[in-house]
C-alpha cells in the first residue's frame, strides 16, 4: 500500500511539474478546439513553423472541448485568462464573441484574401474557410437530393444525421443555413426533413462516424470532407451534395485577446497565420480551404472538389439577435 | 442494546469526510452563482416534461437492468465453462467504457448495417430496419452498460455465498427455485437498493447517449439542458437552477436508497462448491448466457474487432499515445488508491453506526457525483481553481483525481458497504467479546474478508477514470492528454481508425483490470490472513 502511494505522488509531482518550465522565452498561449490541436491537427505544424521564423518564442496550445469553449472559457476567466489568442472562433458566434469586449483590434492589412466575400473585420482574422454540406457516399447513394426540397420529398428511410445547435458549430451552421435560404418557411423545411433525421449528435465527430458506419445515407458536414477521404485514404466515393438554394460558409477566425501581454508577438503570429507559409498547412490537417492563394501549394484534390455557385449569408447582428430564437424554432420543430 | 461494536474514530472519520463532500458540492454551486454574476435566467425550457420524460426513461432503465443483472448472476454463478473469467471481465467492463464506445459498439451489431441486419438480409432477405434509436436505442444501451454492471456487482454476492450454506442447501436437495428464494435472493437482496438508485441516477443524468441514440431533442435529459444553458446561452444563474432541480430529485432517490435497511449477509470466501442444478435450470442458464452474450458481449467485441486492424500500429507508433497512456494510468492509480480510501472510510463509519437517521445522512454524499450534473461539477471546479489562484493547467491532475474518485465512489460503497455491514452485524458480537481494536478488527477479519471485493473496486475506479471524458474535456491540455481525450481528438480529425484503435486499447486494459486486480487482492488478503 504505501509503496503504491509514493509512486502515486510521484506521478503526480510529475505531471504537474511539467508546464512550469521554459518560462523564460516570450510565451504565446493559444486556446483552441480538440482537434486543432490533436497530434492530427495543424497545431504542431503551426508551432514549429512560428517558432522557427519569430525569432526565439514559444507557442503552447490549451485545447477546450469545442470552439465555443473555448470563448467560454476566456469568459469565465476574464483579465486572469492566461490565453493570447483565440483560434478557431466562427463567423457565426464572432458577433458574441465581439460583444464579450475581449478582443482587441488585430491591425493587419487583409485586403489580399482569398474568400467568398470581402474580410472588413477589425477584431477577426480568418484562417480557413468551407460551406457546410451533406457528403455521402457515392456508392450506395446514386442520386442525392439537390436541395433541402427534393431531400424532403425523398422516402423516409433516407437518413440524415445532423449536430445539435446548442453544442456545435456546424449545427448551428445548418440552423442559419436553412434561414439564410428559406427566411420565415424554415420551420416548415425542418419539419419537412424531421422524418429523416436519424438523430441530432453532440459533435460533429459523432455524426461523421455514423455516416461512415453506414447508419446514415447523408451527414452534415462541410464540402471539403470528401478532400480527407481522396487524399489521406486514396478513397473517391465520399462526396459533398450541393444544393441549388446556395450553402452557408463556415469561415474559422483566430483573434487577440485585449488582456494579453504579447499583443506585438500574437499580432506576428496572426500574419504569420495568414500568409502562404501559415495557411499551405491547413488544407490537410484542418482539411478545410486556406484563406490565400496557394497555388501549387494546394493539393489538386482540393481543385477538384465541385464547389456551390451560390455562398448564402447573414450578418452578424442579425445572428447576435436571433440565434436563439432560431434554435428553438428548430428545436420544436425536430422534437 | 447495540451489539455494535464501539468505533467513535471511524464514525467521525465518515462524518468528517462526509461533510467535506458536501461542502464541496456548495462550493462548486457557490463559484458557479458567483461567475454568473447578477445575470437574470430566464431558462428557455420546459422543466416538468424534462423531468417526467427523463424519469420514465430511468425508471424503465433501471427495472431492466436490475432484471437483466440478477438473471445473469445466476446463471453466471451456476455455469462454469472455459472463457468464463474473460465473460465476466467483459461484461465488467461495460460500466466503465466510455458511452460513446458502447454505442458505436451496439451500433454496429444492431446498427442498419449491423451483424444482426446483414445476418436477416443473408437468411431472410429483409432487413430489420433500424431498431437502435429512439427511446428503445437509448434503454438497450443503458441496459448494456448497466445491467452487466448489475450483474457483475450481484455475481460477487452470490459468490460470496459461504461453502457451508451451500453444503447444507444441497443435502436437503432444493430445488433450482427453492434454492433461489433460500439462499441466492437473500445474498442479492441487500444489494438491490443501492445499486437500483445507482443505475437510476446513471440514466437519469446520462448525456452522449441520450444525444446519440436519442434521436432528437424529444428525448432529452436535463443533463442536455444544462449543457445548453452552459454552453449555447451562458446562462449561468438558469443552469443552476436546473442543476438544482436535478440534484432535488436525485437526491429524493438517494435518501431513498440509503434509508433501506442493508440485509445481514454471511460471508465467506468464494471456494465454489459445484452446484448441480437440474437440467431444465441449466438449459435456462445456457440460454440467459447466449442471449446476454449476444447482447452484452458482442457490442463489446465488435470494439475490439474494429479496434485491432488497421489503425492499431499507427497508433502504437506515436509518442503522443505512450504518453497518454502513461498519464492515463498515473492518473487511474492515483484516483482508484483515493477512492479506495474515501469508500473505506465512509462504509466502515456507516457500518460502525446504530442510528437509522446517521446512516442514511452518510450514505448520501456518496453519490454527490451522480446527483451534481457532470458539467456542472466540471465547471465549478474549474472555477474553484481558478479562484484559489491556481493556473488550471497546474491544478489539472489532482483536480482529475479527485473528480473521478468521486465518480467512482458510489459504486465502491456499493461494492464495499453490504460486506462491511455484514461483517458488523454478524461478527459484531465476537469482535466485541475478543476486544479486537479497530486496526485488529481491519486487518484480521474486515480486510481478509474484503480481499476480492476490493480487488473489484480498484478495479471499478482504476477504469473510471480510465475511461473518463467529462472531466478531462475541460481540464485536457496539449501536454495534459488521457487515453479518451486522445480517442476524442481522433475522431474529431477524421481519423476513426485510430479513434477505433484506442478506444479497443482501452477495453482491453480495462478488461485486464478486471480480471487481475480482484483475483491479486484476494491473494494479499489470504496472505493476511
Given at each position: 500500500m504505501i509503496k503504491s502511494t509514493s509512486m502515486a505522488l510521484a506521478v503526480l509531482f510529475g505531471l504537474s511539474a511539467?508546464?512550469?518550465?521554459?518560462?523564460d522565452v516570450p510565451t504565446l498561449t493559444i486556446y483552441t478546439y480538440d482537434g486543432f490541436a490533436s497530434e492530427w491537427g495543424p497545431g504542431a505544424k503551426l508551432s514549429e513553423g512560428f517558432e522557427a521564423v519569430c525569432g526565439g518564442c514559444k507557442v503552447n496550445w490549451i485545447a477546450a472541448d469545442s470552439s465555443i469553449g473555448t470563448l467560454r472559457r476566456v469568459q469565465l476567466e476574464g483579465d486572469t485568462t492566461e490565453a493570447d489568442l483565440i483560434v478557431g472562433l466562427d463567423t457565426a458566434i464572432a458577433g458574441e464573441a465581439r460583444a464579450t469586449g475581449l478582443f482587441a483590434d488585430h491591425g493587419l492589412d487583409l485586403s489580399g484574401l482569398d474568400l467568398p466575400g470581402e474580410w472588413t473585420d477589425a477584431q477577426f482574422v480568418p484562417f480557413d474557410y468551407s460551406h457546410f454540406a451533406f457528403v455521402y457516399d457515392a456508392d450506395t447513394v446514386a442520386n442525392p437530393p439537390r436541395s433541402f426540397e427534393e431531400l424532403i420529398a425523398l422516402p423516409e428511410d433516407f437518413k440524415i444525421v445532423v449536430q445539435d445547435p446548442r453544442s456545435a458549430t456546424p449545427g448551428l451552421g445548418l440552423v442559419l443555413w436553412i434561414k439564410a435560404a428559406y427566411g420565415d418557411r424554415a420551420a416548415e423545411i425542418w419539419a419537412g426533413l424531421k422524418p429523416h433525421i436519424l438523430t441530432v449528435t453532440r459533435d460533429w465527430s459523432d455524426s461523421y462516424s455514423l455516416f461512415l458506419d453506414g447508419?446514415?445515407?447523408?451527414?452534415?458536414?462541410?464540402?471539403?470532407?470528401p478532400a480527407y477521404h481522396r487524399i489521406d485514404?486514396?478513397?473517391?466515393?465520399i462526396h459533398a451534395a450541393l444544393f441549388e438554394e446556395g450553402h452557408y460558409a463556415q469561415i474559422e477566425v483566430a483573434g487577440i485577446l485585449?488582456?494579453?501581454?504579447q499583443q506585438e508577438l500574437a499580432q506576428k503570429f496572426l500574419a504569420w497565420f495568414a500568409s502562404a507559409e501559415g495557411q499551405k498547412i491547413i488544407p490537410t490537417t484542418n482539411w478545410m480551404f486556406p484563406v490565400v492563394d496557394l497555388d501549387g501549394d494546394l493539393d489538386p484534390a482540393f481543385a477538384t472538389l465541385p464547389q456551390p455557385e451560390k455562398t448564402l449569408t447573414l450578418s452578424d447582428e442579425d445572428i447576435l439577435a436571433n440565434s436563439a430564437a432560431w434554435i428553438d424554432e428548430m428545436l420544436a420543430a425536430v422534437q | 442494546m447495540s451489539t455494535l461494536p464501539q468505533r467513535p474514530l471511524r464514525i467521525a472519520a465518515a462524518w468528517t469526510l462526509a461533510m467535506a463532500i458536501a461542502g464541496l458540492i456548495l462550493a462548486v454551486l457557490w463559484a458557479i452563482l458567483a461567475a454568473a454574476g447578477d445575470g437574470a435566467g430566464n431558462s428557455r425550457v420546459d422543466i416538468a416534461h424534462l423531468v417526467r420524460m427523463t424519469t420514465i426513461q430511468a425508471g424503465l432503465t433501471t427495472g431492466l437492468s436490475l432484471g437483466v443483472g440478477m438473471a445473469l448472476a445466476w446463471a453466471l454463478n451456476r455455469l462454469r465453462f472455459p472463457g468464463r473469467d474473460l465473460i465476466v471481465g467483459l461484461f465488467a467492463a461495460a460500466i466503465v467504457t466510455p458511452g460513446m464506445v458502447v454505442a458505436f459498439g451496439l451500433l454496429s451489431i444492431w446498427g442498419r448495417n449491423g451483424w444482426i441486419n446483414e445476418a436477416s438480409r443473408a437468411l431472410f432477405g429483409f432487413s430489420l430496419g433500424n431498431p437502435a434509436f429512439g427511446l428503445s436505442g437509448i434503454l438497450l444501451a443503458h441496459v448494456i452498460l448497466d445491467g452487466a454492471f448489475a450483474a457483475r456487482i450481484l455475481l460477487a454476492r452470490l459468490d460470496a455465498v459461504p461453502s457451508s450454506r451451500l453444503k447444507v442447501g444441497q443435502s436437503l436437495g432444493l430445488s433450482a427455485w427453492k434454492r433461489i428464494q433460500l439462499i441466492d435472493w437473500p445474498a442479492m437482496r441487500g444489494s438491490l437498493p443501492g445499486l437500483g438508485a445507482i443505475i437510476f441516477l446513471l440514466a437519469f443524468t446520462s448525456f452522449p447517449i441520450v444525444l446519440l441514440l436519442g434521436g432528437g431533442p424529444a428525448n432529452q435529459t436535463l443533463e442536455v439542458a444544462i449543457y445548453s444553458a452552459v454552453r449555447q446561452d451562458f446562462d449561468l444563474v438558469g443552469a443552476v437552477r436546473l442543476a438544482a432541480t436535478q440534484i432535488a430529485v436525485c437526491s429524493l432517490v438517494i435518501l431513498l436508497a440509503s434509508a433501506m435497511p442493508p440485509v445481514p449477509t454471511a460471508l465467506g470466501r468464494s471456494a465454489q462448491p459445484r452446484w448441480q442444478d437440474g437440467p431444465g435450470a441449466r438449459g435456462l442458464q445456457w440460454l440467459v448466457l447466449v442471449i446476454a452474450s449476444i447482447g452484452f458481449a458482442l457490442p463489446l467485441v465488435s470494439v475490439l474487432i474494429d479496434g485491432l486492424g488497421t489503425g492499431l500500429l499507427r497508433v502504437l507508433g506515436q509518442a503522443a499515445f505512450w504518453w497518454a497512456a502513461l498519464t492515463s494510468l498515473g492518473i487511474g492509480a492515483s484516483s482508484a488508491l483515493l477512492t479506495l480510501i474515501l469508500a473505506l472510510a465512509l462504509s466502515l463509519g456507516r457500518a460502525a453506526l446504530a442510528g437509522r437517521l446517521g446512516r442514511t445522512v452518510l450514505g448520501a454524499p456518496t453519490f454527490a457525483y451522480l446527483a451534481v450534473p457532470a458539467v456542472v461539477l466540471s465547471l465549478g471546479f474549474f472555477l474553484l481553481v481558478r479562484l484559489l489562484g491556481f493556473a488550471p493547467g497546474q491544478a489539472a491532475p489532482i483536480v482529475v483525481i479527485i473528480a473521478n474518485a468521486l465518480l467512482a465512489l458510489p459504486f465502491a460503497v456499493a461494492t464495499l458497504g453490504p460486506p462491511l455491514d455484514a461483517v458488523a452485524r454478524t461478527r459484531g458480537k465476537l469482535i466485541r467479546s475478543l476486544g479486537l481494536s479497530g486496526s485488529q478488527q481491519f486487518w484480521r477479519v474486515e480486510f481478509p474478508l474484503l480481499g476480492k471485493d476490493i480487488g473489484l473496486m480498484l478495479a471499478l475506479a482504476f477504469c473510471f477514470s480510465l475511461g473518463d471524458l467529462g472531466v478531462i474535456a475541460l481540464f485536457g491540455t496539449q501536454d495534459f492528454q488521457t487515453l479518451p481525450l486522445m480517442m476524442f481528438r481522433a475522431l474529431g480529425a477524421y481519423r476513426s481508425n485510430d479513434a477505433a484503435a484506442i478506444a479497443a486499447l482501452l477495453l482491453v486494459a480495462t478488461i485486464i483490470a478486471f480480471v487481475g486486480l480482484p483475483r491479486l487482492f484476494e491473494r494479499l488478503a489470504h496472505a493476511a490472513r
Open positions: 511539467a508546464p512550469i518550465l521554459a518560462q447508419e446514415a445515407d447523408m451527414a452534415l458536414s462541410y464540402t471539403t470532407s485514404e486514396g478513397d473517391d466515393s485585449r488582456s494579453s501581454d | -
